[in-house]
């Protein structure tokens, strides 16, 4: 009924930044969009409740995460103009050698439901880390995932005769 899970799971986070500036009468819109992959290890405990031919599950605990790569893609336009930018994401601990701080840590929060050997379930994970390297106006950035999953049990779940 309760277990603990744990487990590597690659993940893609992100985020998307939209800004327009009036300048000499004529408007300007930036776009900046951040694909980032990570490595997280949740640490969870799960609880089950068997109900007719279903489990019903709940999952919480904190994960550590390490951001492995990602690329920075900017579209800036002014005056009929547009200008496209892409970068690779560079992890450093400080504003002189990184974008973004590589370590995330965090809390995950999850639901599903089991049938036979097939698993769909949905979950939160809410970043606690700062994980921006810029401080300038109190910027803070941490990630926030809404995933969901679906799973097959080789073998584990399978009906017995």
């Not at 009036?22 to 990570?38: C, D, P, Q």
Request: charged share 20%.
């Amino acid at each position: 009924m309760i277990s603990f899970e744990t487990g590597l799971l690659l993940q893609t986070k992100g985020l998307k930044i939209v800004e327009e500036a009036e300048f000499m009468g004529e408007t300007g819109r930036s776009k900046a969009k951040w694909n980032l992959i990570y490595l997280d290890i949740p640490l969870t405990v799960r609880a089950s409740f068997d109900i007719g031919g279903a489990k019903i599950y709940s999952v919480f605990g904190p994960y550590v995460g390490m951001g492995l790569s990602g690329k920075i893609k900017t579209e800036s336009s002014y005056m009929g103009e547009t200008e496209k930018e892409q970068e690779d994401i560079n992890w450093g601990n400080n504003e002189d050698d990184g974008d973004l701080k590589r370590l995330d840590f965090g809390l995950t929060i999850g639901t599903g439901v089991e049938i036979n050997a097939i698993q769909i379930g949905i979950s939160y994970s809410l970043g606690l880390a700062n994980i921006s390297n810029f401080a300038d106006d109190g910027t803070k950035i941490s990630n926030r995932v809404l995933a969901i999953s679906a799973g097959y049990n080789f073998g584990g779940n399978a009906p017995q005769e």
